[in-house]
Structures are given as structure tokens and as C-alpha cells.
């Protein structure tokens, strides 16, 4: 009888140790499982979902009904459109201005603001509003400014004699796109210059007392040091900008609605008016799966110069 319960005691410690080494193992992952379901639901579904109706005809009719299987007539039909072809020249261009202004005038505010003088902390801090500001205000905001009847732009030039009549920024083919431009480089100037500065101010500073001692100026200083240890930084800065700025929506919707005939109209901006304007849900889905194969190459890119990096 003993024996018995010897046994019984032996399996059942034997069982608890094994549910013990279980927990432990596997016990940190069943906090994960909320964030995966969010994952799931809100990212990886809907990109899954909208893949799968890009293949599909599917308009405002048969929404709720069957839907034909057509292959890659939707991305052909898409791909050889006229507005497809200036939507995307146009998000290009928007991102690589955008991207380039905001990155020089960024670095040139970081390595001001990386002096140490009197009220630097209270100016940086202003120069955050920019960035910290709704993007539907600043769209308002901008949009008023580059009005043709009471803009300030307009009223500066014209007292300066630059022009002699207003001009109708917002709505001419020639300077539509570039207002929005204008406008993206006001909100991502902060951002940029408060990530950089961040670099900036990791720099080990003996390198630069020692690059004094030999007679280094402050170009070579910044060419030979600040630029090579900033690598890692800018590298992450341009790729999270450009991912940013390429999708950006909001800010061209509020301004021009992507006007005038289609002059400032990206990429988000065309794949909303297929979806919801025109209720041609399967060319939208086409245009933004376009969009999602263009930022995952850019971040596969990224990544793989990062790797590269590290193997040195």
C-alpha cells in the first residue's frame, strides 16, 4: 500500500514539475497573445483582405454578394491608366523634396541648437509646435496662407512688387503640388532636426577635442567624424521619413482634394477616389497594395544595408 502511494506522490510531483517547466517556458508568450489578436486584426487582416479583393471585382453593387475572381485585369487596367501614372510621379516627387528639405534644414537646426547658448531649450521647444500640431490645422492653416484673395503670401509678394496680381496657388496645375510640399517640410523640419540633435548629442566628445589638437577645422570635424557616427541615425530618420511621407493624405485632401485635374494627387489620395468616390473598391485595393509593395521593397532595402553595416 505503501508502495502505492509512493508511486502516486512520485507522478504527481513528476507532473507538477513538468506543468512547472511549461509555465516558465511558455508562460511569457501568453502575454503576447492580446498584442498578436490586435496584430491580426487591425494590420495583418486588412492587409490580407485588401490583397485578396485587389484580385476581385468588386464594386458598390456586389459589395455584399458574389464576387468574380479576374486576376491581374485589375492591376493592368490600373497600371495602364493615365492617373495612375501621375499619381505615382507625384508621390515620388512630393516624398524625395519633402524628404531632402527636411533633412538638410533639420541637421542645420540640430547642429545650431547642439551649441550651447542662452534660451536654446525655450526655442527648440518652439520650433516643436510645428510638429506637435494636428495636421487638419496646419492643412487649414497653409491653406489660408496660399489663398489667392486674402493670402498672406500673396499680399507679401505683391508689396514687394514680385507680381503684380494675386495668384491662385491652390488651384493652379503649376504650383498646386508644391504648396502641399511646401507645407510637409513645415511639419517635418521639427521632427528631423529634435532626432538628429538627439545623435548629435551621443557623439562621444573626446574624438572632437582630439580632432582639435591635430588641426582639424570644424568641416573636416564634421565631414571625418559627425557624419560617419550620424550614419545609423540619418539612416533610420530617411527610411521612417520617406514611409511617412509617401503615404501622406490628409494634408493634400484638406489643401486641394488633389486638384486641380489631378495635378497633386498621390498615390493614398488617387486609392481613395477609386474606393469611395467612384466605389471601384477592387482598383483602390490595387493601388494600395502597389503602395504596400513600394514601402515593403524600401524597408527590405533599409534592412539590408543595416545588416550590411553591422557586418563591418
Not at 520650433?127 to 496662407?145: E, N, R, S, Y
Request: aromatic share 16%; proline share 4%; hydrophobic share 55%.
Amino acid at each position: 500500500m505503501k508502495e502505492v502511494n509512493m508511486s502516486a506522490v512520485t507522478g504527481h510531483r513528476t507532473q507538477s514539475a513538468y506543468t512547472r517547466h511549461v509555465v516558465r517556458r511558455w508562460g511569457d508568450y501568453f502575454f503576447v497573445i492580446p498584442s498578436l489578436l490586435f496584430i491580426f486584426a487591425f494590420l495583418i487582416f486588412p492587409i490580407l483582405y485588401n490583397i485578396i479583393i485587389s484580385f476581385q471585382d468588386v464594386t458598390i453593387m456586389n459589395l455584399h454578394g458574389e464576387k468574380n475572381f479576374v486576376g491581374l485585369e485589375n492591376y493592368s487596367k490600373v497600371i495602364d491608366s493615365s492617373e495612375f501614372s501621375s499619381s505615382l510621379y507625384n508621390s515620388f516627387k512630393f516624398t524625395l523634396i519633402c524628404i531632402l528639405f527636411q533633412f538638410i534644414i533639420g541637421f542645420a537646426l540640430a547642429l545650431f541648437f547642439n551649441i550651447n547658448f542662452p534660451g536654446r531649450n525655450i526655442m527648440r521647444s518652439l520650433l516643436l509646435i510645428a510638429w506637435m500640431t494636428p495636421i487638419v490645422i496646419t492643412a487649414t492653416l497653409f491653406k489660408w496662407l496660399f489663398s489667392s484673395d486674402y493670402g498672406i503670401f500673396n499680399y507679401l509678394l505683391m508689396n514687394l512688387g514680385i507680381i503684380d496680381q494675386p495668384i491662385d496657388w491652390l488651384t493652379e496645375k503649376g504650383t498646386a503640388l508644391y504648396t502641399t510640399i511646401i507645407a510637409n517640410i513645415w511639419i517635418g523640419i521639427p521632427f528631423n532636426m529634435i532626432i538628429l540633435l538627439s545623435g548629435l548629442q551621443s557623439l562621444p566628445k573626446e574624438l572632437y577635442e582630439a580632432a582639435r589638437i591635430d588641426g582639424a577645422g570644424r568641416i573636416r570635424q564634421f565631414v571625418y567624424i559627425t557624419l560617419p557616427l550620424m550614419k545609423p541615425t540619418i539612416m533610420i530618420l530617411l527610411m521612417l521619413g520617406i514611409i511617412y511621407t509617401f503615404k501622406v493624405f490628409d494634408l493634400i485632401f484638406i489643401m486641394t482634394g488633389g486638384g486641380p485635374v489631378n495635378a497633386s494627387t498621390v498615390l493614398p489620395l488617387y486609392a481613395y477616389k477609386l474606393a469611395f468616390i467612384q466605389f471601384d473598391f477592387s482598383s483602390g485595393a490595387v493601388v494600395a497594395s502597389i503602395m504596400f509593395i513600394i514601402l515593403l521593397l524600401l524597408s527590405s532595402i533599409y534592412l539590408w544595408l543595416i545588416r550590411k553595416e553591422g557586418a563591418y
